[in-house]
C-alpha cells in the first residue's frame, strides 16, 4: 500500500502493474469477517438459487461497492480531509444491518406461508406445480391426454393469466441440454407451442417479462421409475416403500422448487452486500483523484471490486451447486430443505446484530 502511494506521487511508469495486486487485494478483502459471505450462502439456500442467481448477487456487490468508494471519495474531495472510510463505516454498518433484519423477516413469512399451503396440498395433484410469480401465482402441468405432450398454464382462481408473448419456458436436462419453449393463449390458458420431447425428466424454469424486468421460477420433472419396475412379490413390500419414498420426495421437490424471488430482490440483496467499504481502496482512489490521474484511479478500484466479485459470486455458487447436489445424491435432503430457510433466517438475524454492534462501537470510539 505505502509503496504503491510513493510510486503514485513520483509519478513511475510501471503503476499498471499493480492491477494484478488489486484483484488480489480484493479477493483477499471478500474473505474477511462481516463482508456478506454468510448473508449470500444463507440468501441462496434459502431460495435454492442457481448458480446464475449468485453471479447475479456477486456483481450487483461488486458494482455497489465500486460506487460507494467513488462517492465517498468525491465527497472527500469536496469536504477536504474530514471524511474518511473509517468515519463513514459506521453507519453503513448499520444501515446494511437493518437492511438484513427485514429481508430476513421477508424470507421468515414467506418461507411460513410456502410451508402452510404446502400442508395443505392435495397429494392427488402431485403432477400440478403452483408457481409464485411475485405478480400472482399459476398452475403449471403437463398434458397429454390423446395428444403429444405440452405445457399448460392456468392461473388459480382470482389470479390473471400473464399475456402468452411475455411467458417463456425453458427446460435443462441431465445432459445439459437445453430447449426453450413459447406459448399460445388458448380459451382460458396458456399451451406450449412446441411438443415435449421424451423423456421427462428435467428442470424447468419460467420467465414472464414485466416491462424491464422478469419474474423466474424453477421447478423439476422427474420420471416415475415405479412404471418400469417389475412387481415381484418376493419384494412386493420393499417395491411399495421405495415408490411411497419417491412419490413424497418428488412432491417436495415440486414444493420447493416453486419458489420465485424476483431480480430487483436479488439485485437488492447484492446491493446491500456491497456496503462495506475498504478503507485502503478507498485511500487509493482519493490520492490518484488528487494527482489527476482519474483513469488509473478508475481501473484500481474496478480491479479490486473485480476480485472481490470473484469470492462473492464463488461463494454463492458453492452454496447453489452444493443445495442442488445434495438433494439429488442424499436420501431425505429434500424433507430438511423445507426448514432450512429458517435456519437461514437465523443466521441472517444474527449477521445483522453483528454489523449493528460493530456499526455502534465504531460511533462510540
Known amino acids: 500500500m505505502t509503496d504503491f502511494l510513493h510510486a503514485v506521487q513520483n509519478g513511475s ?3 499498471w502493474l499493480f492491477i494484478p495486486a488489486a484483484i488480489l487485494l480484493g479477493a483477499l478483502h471478500g474473505l474477511e469477517p462481516g463482508h456478506s459471505k454468510t448473508m449470500m450462502a444463507a440468501f441462496i439456500v434459502a431460495i435454492r438459487g442457481t448458480i446464475g442467481q449468485a453471479v447475479l448477487l456477486g456483481l450487483s456487490a461488486a ?3 465500486s460506487l460507494l ?4 471519495a468525491a465527497a472527500a474531495l469536496h469536504y477536504g480531509n474530514q471524511l474518511n472510510a473509517e468515519s463513514v463505516e459506521p453507519y453503513l454498518q448499520l444501515g446494511s444491518a ?3 433484519l427485514g429481508l430476513a423477516t421477508w424470507m421468515f413469512f414467506r418461507t411460513r406461508r410456502e410451508l402452510h399451503a404446502a400442508q395443505h396440498h392435495d397429494h392427488a395433484h ?3 406445480f403452483v408457481l409464485d410469480m411475485g405478480h400472482g401465482k399459476l398452475e403449471l402441468s403437463v398434458f397429454e391426454e390423446g395428444v403429444p405432450p405440452v405445457f399448460q398454464l392456468h392461473a388459480p382462481k382470482g389470479e390473471r393469466l400473464p399475456a402468452a408473448k411475455d411467458v417463456t419456458l425453458e427446460t435443462v436436462r441431465p445432459d445439459g441440454a437445453r430447449q426453450t419453449f413459447k406459448f399460445v393463449a388458448k380459451k382460458d390458458f396458456l399451451e406450449s407451442t412446441m411438443d415435449i420431447p421424451e423423456p421427462h425428466e428435467f428442470d424447468a424454469t419460467v420467465a414472464i417479462g414485466h416491462g424491464h424486468h422478469s419474474h423466474t421460477c ?8 415405479h412404471h ?6 418376493d419384494d412386493g413390500s420393499k417395491e411399495f416403500q421405495d415408490a411411497h419414498e419417491r412419490a413424497h420426495a418428488q412432491d417436495i421437490a415440486k414444493r420447493f422448487g416453486g419458489r420465485a424471488v424476483t431480480t430487483p430482490q436479488i439485485i437488492l440483496f447484492g446491493v446491500t452486500g456491497g456496503l462495506m467499504p475498504c478503507p485502503t481502496a ?8 488528487q494527482l489527476k490521474k482519474v483513469t488509473l484511479g478508475f481501473a484500481m478500484v474496478a480491479a479490486f471490486s473485480f476480485g472481490l466479485a470473484l469470492t462473492m459470486v464463488a461463494t454463492g455458487a458453492l452454496a447453489a451447486w452444493s443445495v442442488r447436489h445434495a438433494e439429488k445424491r442424499f436420501k431425505g435432503f429434500g424433507e430438511t430443505m423445507r426448514r432450512a430457510p429458517y435456519v437461514s433466517c437465523v443466521l441472517l438475524v444474527l449477521l445483522a446484530f453483528y454489523m449493528a454492534w460493530h456499526g455502534w462501537r465504531g460511533l462510540n470510539h
Open 218 to 225: 424453477r421447478v423439476e420433472f422427474r420420471e416415475d421409475e
Open 13 to 15: 511508469t510501471n503503476l
Open 126 to 128: 402431485s403432477e400440478l
Open 69 to 72: 468508494i467513488w462517492i465517498l
Open 98 to 100: 437493518v437492511m438484513i
Open 282 to 289: 478507498f485511500t487509493v482512489l482519493l490520492v490518484c483523484l
Open 63 to 65: 458494482i455497489s461497492h
Open 228 to 233: 418400469h419396475r417389475h412387481h415381484d412379490e
